[in-house]
Each structure stands twice: as structure tokens, then as C-alpha cells.
């Protein structure tokens, strides 16, 4: 028979009974108490007269429960459950998996799909961020309230530096892992998830800061000697901070001086790059090539890393950080900014220089030229020349500064017919007379008459009559 029983672990009451064979246990979101216990002892006073009678709808009674699935066929009622309550006119208790057990349901099924260090960092945010908020609330109860009531905390959650509520780009973060598992469980379960048409919070667009090609060649005269290679690959390659930490001596290709990425160091451990695109063939500069020559007489016969410490071991992000990048940066009083922006740097300077933006894309990792426009708009005029520069030399090479002016000609074609022909000259010089247009018996007798039958004379002036010639004697008078 039904019984009503509290969990250790949790403290709420759980309803244990046995249908078809089978043992049911759903957990309640009541915590252990006299009127709970009460409340939760009416619904399993029903549920055991529906069984008796056999009535008994097992999604009517639980709808957010798994073992609704396994027993769909005994559906006899209705396939939604109403809104006031179950079915059977049961009080309404959510009945089902907590948030907790279906988050962790979650992370084991899909872990297969992730990179680990996206494991790691998801992981994270659900133990520190999500967890402790929805604790063990049936997932099924979680309201749209409840979801902007767990935003609105993160705001006023310390941030990083002691900043005031968290920032509107990790609480994106937090929000979108905390959609994924409420969208997962309400194509299971069969409910709308509270978070469907939750918005994302605005960000503010932050613009890169690359360094000039001047600050860079301060930065490589300063830098510690042991570094100056590390800095010098990262300025003219391009490369994420996980890609250069990762580098192998493998994907080295000093034959055809190429770098080929094809991992990346994340937390600790070598791993897949960030995305497929991101697997990618850079091209040594003359630059590059020196640097990964001396680097090579350096560790290459000591460790697999191109760049490492003294134990052979791939590069410290935070401790390169803090111990060298922040450093050298205050010493030559420079704006501090992350070590990525060396990354920036690339693009901004082969952009500079004039490169096609599709092999810039490759040379970054993006399969596409839009991320390149969009991170790097205010550089881009300097590449693509769309900045009126083409056309300012057009006009300077083909019309040059002085004004023009058109003038208009009238000519003969081979038939003898009069055209007009337009030419356009420097306004300064004196413009041609023009030819006017023949009219009259002048223009009929052209047309009549070949050029030259008419003895000579040529055409009349334009509006005027022909003069008859004087009167030749003839011969023998």
C-alpha cells in the first residue's frame, strides 16, 4: 500500500506505493511536518481509492513524473492535465524529479558533447550559481517568477574586483545554461518551460584595444629575453592564448613554414580547439620563422611545447599574466589589457598592411569574413580601400584638379551629314566658335547636291542668300 515517508537527504515528504508490480516513489516539494504530512496523506488516500476502483491516471496524480511515461497507456482521462489541479480533483503537489537530480541527469548525458574544460566551467556555474538557488525544488514547480527572481539576485551578486551585482554578460552565461535544463525537462515532462521567452540582457559592445605596430616593437625591446619570442609569435600570429600555450613542436612545419593548430590548452589540459574552424594552417612570417628558430635551439630537444617552463611543462596562463604581461605594461605606461588583445593586434596589422580579408579569416580561424568586419570595422576602410581614397585617385588621374567645361561640335560624317560631337576642355582655355547649323535652301541644296557640284562656291551663310557672281563673257564675244 501507499505510504507516506520523509527523505533523509532532503527533509520532504516522498509518496512510496506499488502500481502494476511496479515501485513508485515521487518526492513531494513539502517539507516534513504534521499539516504536510496531512495534506500529502488526502492525495494518497485517493490515489489508493482510484487503484481500487481502477481509475487511477498515474500522469493525473503526478504529471511532472518520469514513471508517467512508463504507464501513458493507462491514460484514460485526458492527455493534459488542467491547470487547478490534477484530473481526480486531487490538491495539487508537485510530484516528481528536483532540479538537482535532473541537472546532474542532464550534464551525464550530454558531457559526451562537450569539450572538458566546457565541462569543468558548466560544472562550475551549476554547483556556485544554480544549485544552491533552486536547491531541491521539483523541477516541474519552477515558475517564470521564480526564474526572473533568480536573475534579479545574480545582479546583486558580487562581481569580479568587487564590483556590485555580476555582469550583464555572465548572468547570459548562467541564464542560458539554466534554459538549456529547463528546456530539456519540459520536452520530457511534457510542460512549457518558465524560461522560453526569457530575453537575454543587453551588453554593452566593447571595442578591441590592439596595440600599434610601434608599441609592439617597444614591447619586444623590454620584454624579458625568455619572453620576447612567446610575445613576438603572439603579436604576428594571431594566435589564442590556448593555441600558442598549447603548441606543439609536431605542428611545426619549418619547411613550409607553417603553423599548424590543431590544439588548444585549456585548464590544464591539451584539448580540441575551440571550434572545427579554428583548425587551421598560419603562415610564418620572415619574423615568425627567426623567433620559432631560436625557440627551437631552446626547447626543442627538452619538451613537446614550443613554449614552456622550466619543467617542460606548457605556459601558465595567470601566472604569465600577472607576473609578466601586467608588469611590463606598467612599466612602460601603457593602458592595461588582456594578453588577448596580442590577437587583435594581428588582425589590425594585417589589415594595415593591406591583406585580402578572406585569408585574414583563415589566418584567425574564422570560417567566414563577418566576424572580421564586425570585431574590426574601424580597420577595415584601410584594407578594402572603401574609404573614397580609390575614387579621389580616379578623378586626380583621369581629370585632374582644373575645371572642365563641354563644348559642342558640329561635324560632317562620310554621307555629308551634319552631327553633333560633344569634348570637354579645361575651363581656362579659350572655347572654339561654334558652326552654326545650316538652314534653308542652304541645307536643302547640300542635301540635293554632292559636295563640290556646286561649282566651288561652298555653302551660303547661315540665314543668307546666295550672291550671284559676276556674269563671265563668253569666248568669242
Known amino acids: 500500500?501507499?505510504?507516506?515517508?520523509?527523505?533523509?537527504?532532503t527533509g520532504k515528504l516522498q509518496i512510496d506505493f506499488t502500481y502494476k508490480g511496479v515501485r513508485c516513489r515521487e518526492q513531494t516539494a513539502l517539507m516534513d511536518s504534521p499539516a504536510n504530512r496531512k495534506r500529502v496523506q488526502a492525495v494518497v488516500d485517493k490515489m489508493s481509492d482510484a487503484i481500487k476502483e481502477g481509475r487511477f491516471v498515474y500522469a493525473d496524480f503526478f504529471p511532472g513524473s518520469a514513471m508517467a511515461e512508463r504507464f501513458r497507456s493507462d491514460r484514460k482521462v485526458s492527455d493534459r492535465v488542467p491547470e487547478n489541479g490534477s484530473g481526480t480533483g486531487q490538491p495539487s503537489i508537485a510530484t516528481g524529479h528536483t532540479f538537482s537530480e535532473f541537472?546532474?541527469?542532464?550534464?551525464?548525458?550530454?558531457?559526451?558533447?562537450?569539450?572538458?574544460?566546457?565541462i569543468r566551467s558548466l560544472l562550475s556555474t551549476l554547483e556556485s550559481r544554480i544549485k544552491p538557488h533552486f536547491s531541491n525544488r521539483v523541477i516541474t514547480s519552477i515558475t517564470k517568477a521564480d526564474v526572473l527572481a533568480f536573475r534579479?539576485?545574480?545582479?546583486?551578486?558580487?562581481?569580479?574586483?568587487?564590483?556590485?551585482?555580476?555582469?550583464?554578460?555572465?548572468?547570459?552565461?548562467?541564464?542560458?545554461?539554466?534554459r538549456q535544463i529547463l528546456a530539456e525537462a519540459a520536452d520530457r515532462f511534457e510542460f512549457t518551460s518558465p524560461a522560453l521567452n526569457l530575453k537575454r540582457l543587453r551588453v554593452k559592445k566593447s571595442d578591441v584595444q590592439p596595440f600599434s605596430l610601434d608599441q609592439v616593437q617597444t614591447i619586444l625591446a623590454?620584454?624579458?629575453?625568455?619572453?620576447?619570442?612567446?610575445?613576438?609569435?603572439?603579436?604576428?600570429?594571431?594566435?589564442?592564448?590556448?593555441?600558442?600555450?598549447?603548441?606543439?613542436?609536431?605542428?611545426?612545419?619549418?619547411?613550409?613554414?607553417?603553423?599548424?593548430?590543431?590544439?588548444?590548452?585549456?585548464?590544464?589540459?591539451?584539448?580540441?580547439?575551440?571550434?572545427?574552424?579554428?583548425?587551421?594552417?598560419?603562415?610564418?612570417?620572415?619574423?615568425?620563422?627567426?623567433?620559432?628558430l631560436r625557440q627551437q635551439k631552446i626547447t626543442g630537444t627538452v619538451s613537446e611545447y614550443v613554449f614552456c617552463n622550466l619543467l617542460g611543462q606548457p605556459l601558465d596562463n595567470t601566472n604569465f599574466t600577472k607576473r609578466v604581461w601586467y608588469p611590463l605594461l606598467r612599466h612602460l605606461d601603457f593602458e592595461l589589457r588582456r594578453p588577448y588583445q596580442t590577437r587583435h593586434t594581428a588582425a589590425t596589422l594585417w589589415l594595415a598592411a593591406g591583406e585580402a580579408p578572406e585569408w585574414i579569416a583563415r589566418q584567425l580561424g574564422h570560417t567566414s569574413t563577418e566576424m572580421l568586419f564586425k570585431t574590426y570595422s574601424r580597420y577595415v576602410p584601410n584594407m578594402t580601400r572603401q574609404d573614397g581614397s580609390a575614387m579621389e585617385r580616379l578623378l586626380a588621374s583621369r581629370i585632374g584638379t582644373a575645371p572642365l567645361a563641354r563644348i559642342t561640335e558640329q561635324v560632317l560624317d562620310e554621307h555629308g551629314e551634319m552631327l553633333e560631337q560633344?569634348?570637354?576642355?579645361?575651363?581656362?582655355?579659350?572655347?572654339?566658335?561654334?558652326?552654326?547649323?545650316?538652314?534653308?535652301?542652304?541645307?536643302?541644296?547640300?542635301?540635293?547636291?554632292?559636295?563640290?557640284?556646286?561649282?566651288g562656291q561652298g555653302p551660303p551663310p547661315c540665314g543668307g542668300k546666295r550672291t550671284p557672281s559676276p556674269a563671265m563673257p563668253r569666248a568669242g564675244i
Open 1 to 9: 500500500m501507499a505510504k507516506v515517508v520523509a527523505r533523509k537527504e
Open 422 to 455: 560633344e569634348s570637354f576642355v579645361p575651363a581656362s582655355e579659350k572655347l572654339p566658335s561654334p558652326v552654326p547649323k545650316p538652314r534653308g535652301y542652304a541645307a536643302a541644296h547640300r542635301r540635293l547636291k554632292p559636295h563640290g557640284s556646286d561649282g
Open 152 to 178: 534579479a539576485a545574480l545582479a546583486k551578486e558580487p562581481g569580479r574586483g568587487g564590483k556590485a551585482g555580476l555582469s550583464a554578460k555572465r548572468i547570459n552565461e548562467i541564464m542560458g545554461t539554466l
Open 222 to 292: 623590454t620584454v624579458r629575453p625568455d619572453f620576447k619570442d612567446y610575445l613576438q609569435v603572439r603579436f604576428l600570429t594571431g594566435m589564442r592564448t590556448g593555441e600558442i600555450n598549447g603548441l606543439k613542436w609536431k605542428y611545426i612545419d619549418f619547411e613550409h613554414r607553417l603553423i599548424l593548430v590543431r590544439e588548444t590548452h585549456v585548464l590544464g589540459e591539451d584539448d580540441y580547439t575551440k571550434t572545427d574552424g579554428s583548425q587551421r594552417d598560419i603562415r610564418m612570417s620572415q619574423p615568425v620563422f627567426e623567433a620559432m
Open 103 to 118: 541537472a546532474d541527469q542532464w550534464v551525464q548525458e550530454h558531457s559526451i558533447e562537450w569539450r572538458r574544460s566546457h
